[in-house]
């Protein structure tokens, strides 16, 4: 239903020492820079940066994680380790480094990309949920499949466009919190048939220039294009 990530919003309380930051330490290009607004390219998909204001506003302490080729992990590593202090975790071989940026949002860098670019996409986002189950069946209506619930946390795992981690309030690795009012963009083959798979459980539906803005029960805003 939903064929690809389009954008993952940020709120900066600061956009110039947040745009700063992702270009100068992760090399991240301008794609366009507009009235609060910052898109940068993280690959296959853009990172926007956004000042409170407008709505939706940009997900706040939201953990999320870029892709680099397995080749190039070492060479991030080495290079932020001289800036941050760095949390590590071994995925059964494929690694991430954990770190801040000035907006208290978890960056995670893992080892997972195709490509030759040093980042090549984001291929994981973490959101903040009240109810777990009432969650997982909203994005589940959406395509999305379970590839792993948590045993000792709150949390569940689901394939799809891009890895999505529902977590109910609780500090994960590198005391990474889930992102609430996050504003994430999806590429639909049929955007209104996939605002229709959730109307009944979304708190609002309604057009936006060349798609559909859906607001899940947790606040976070899906764009449907």
Not at 164 to 176: F, K, M, V
Request: net charge negative; hydrophobic share 40%; aromatic share 10%.
């Amino acid at each position: 239903m939903l064929s690809g990530l389009r954008w993952l919003a940020l709120e900066a309380k600061y956009l110039d020492r947040a745009r700063e930051f992702y270009t100068t330490h992760l090399d991240l290009s301008m794609v366009s820079e507009g009235d609060g607004e910052v898109v940068l390219d993280a690959g296959a998909a853009n990172l926007v940066l956004r000042e409170p204001g407008t709505v939706p506003r940009g997900g706040v302490h939201t953990h999320y994680a870029f892709a680099t080729p397995p080749d190039r992990y070492d060479e991030w590593y080495d290079r932020l380790a001289e800036s941050f202090d760095l949390a590590e975790f071994d995925f059964g071989g494929a690694k991430s480094l954990y770190f801040y940026d000035p907006d208290g949002n978890c960056v995670e860098i893992g080892g997972v990309g195709d490509g030759e670019a040093a980042i090549t996409d984001v291929f994981e986002i973490v959101l903040e949920v009240e109810d777990l189950a009432r969650a997982e069946s909203f994005y589940r209506s959406l395509g999305f499949e379970v590839v792993d619930r948590g045993d000792q946390r709150r949390r569940v795992r689901l394939g799809g466009p891009v890895d999505l981690e529902l977590w109910e309030p609780h500090l994960g690795i590198a005391d990474a919190r889930g992102g609430l009012h996050a504003d994430v963009g999806f590429a639909a083959d049929d955007p209104a048939a996939a605002a229709d798979a959730v109307r009944d459980a979304a708190c609002a539906v309604g057009e936006v220039d060349g798609g559909i803005r859906v607001r899940d029960p947790d606040g976070h805003y899906l764009t449907f294009q």
